[in-house]
């Protein structure tokens, strides 16, 4: 077990610098880049070693502090390349467009899909009101293999909201030069949405103050959360 004690930096910007990398599509060099402009020096590998050891602790900390995400489910499924294969990331949606969980899988078929939609059930403390999918035959059946009674919604252009929540990770992705491996990927991806939630506000529903004010919150929640001293690192 380990705390900020061990580390040579103050936790202000080692979680800064975890907040940059997955708040925007910047590379480590690039937060390299920033922090010495504020007369921080610390090279992109440190910061590498950051993301990969303090992102985990925080988010588990953050999906505590995280309150009911919306009712109405949408999912959807999109390839992504791992090592020059071809896999598939199924994920969910709400409403507002916050991510509800991910799923990394080889395979596009109704076994993958009965382990995204067990997954799912499992991590929301609420069922839906209604689930939104393309029309891929694997969502019907495995909800009918599970036993779920829930209004499922096929509509063309019903799932745009899903569709159109794929373009940051494809971003990201892109920056990264593609996950290595379902494992990377999968604890990479879980992370990078719970911590875009937090930051995700319906800016044009909101007037200017409003939105400064659920701004503010949202910072005060990840300093509270990303620079507690008893934060326990493996």
Partial sequence: MKT?????????IISHSVWLYHRFTLSFRDIEDILAARGVFVSYETIRQWCLKITTPITRQLKKKQGKLGDEWYLDEVFIKLNGKICYLWRAVDQDGCELDV???????????????????????????VIITDKLPSYKAALRDIGVEIKHNTRQYANNIAEISHQKIRQQQRQMRNFKSVKHSQKFLANHGLINNLFRHQRHLAKANTYRILREKSFEIWTETSCAQNLVIA
């Fill in 4 to 12: 900020y004690k061990r580390y040579r930096y103050p936790s202000q």
């Fill in 103 to 129: 799923f990394v899988s080889k395979h596009r078929n109704k076994k993958a899909a009965v382990k995204f939609f067990r997954k799912l059930f499992k991590t929301q403390p609420r069922k839906p009101s």
